[in-house]
């Protein structure tokens, strides 16, 4: 069984109605119809080609990549931890 890197896009919309244009590039994780912006997973690897077709659809505002895998996922141990 091979794992595939995945990661999760951002995807800004002018009007909620184009969501199901949407779905077929990638895994549609969470949206939210307020905002107007969708949450998808893709593969990692297609992920350069997808938003540049993202980019040129009309009612698309902006994609953003999610910012998680910039974040620190290791701890140093704190001060008060050592008491």
Same mark, same amino acid.
């Given at each position: $069984?091979? =794992?595939?890197?995945?990661?999760s896009?951002? !995807?800004?919309? *002018?009007? %909620?109605k184009?969501?199901?244009?949407?779905r077929?590039?990638?895994?549609?994780?969470?949206?939210?119809?307020?905002?107007?912006?969708?949450? $998808?997973? =893709?593969?990692?690897?297609?992920?350069?080609? !997808?938003?540049? *077709?993202? %980019?040129?659809?009309?009612?698309?505002?902006?994609?953003?990549?999610s910012?998680?895998?910039?974040?620190?996922?290791?701890?140093?141990k704190?001060?008060?931890?050592?008491?």
């Open positions: $069984m091979n =794992i595939v890197a995945r990661t896009l951002i !995807i800004y919309l *002018k009007h %909620m184009h969501e199901r244009q949407v077929k590039f990638g895994h549609i994780v969470s949206v939210n119809r307020q905002e107007r912006y969708v949450v $998808m997973y =893709i593969n990692e690897d297609e992920a350069d080609q !997808i938003v540049d *077709k993202l %980019m040129r659809l009309k009612y698309v505002k902006q994609v953003e990549g910012p998680y895998k910039y974040l620190k996922k290791t701890y140093e704190e001060q008060h931890e050592m008491l």
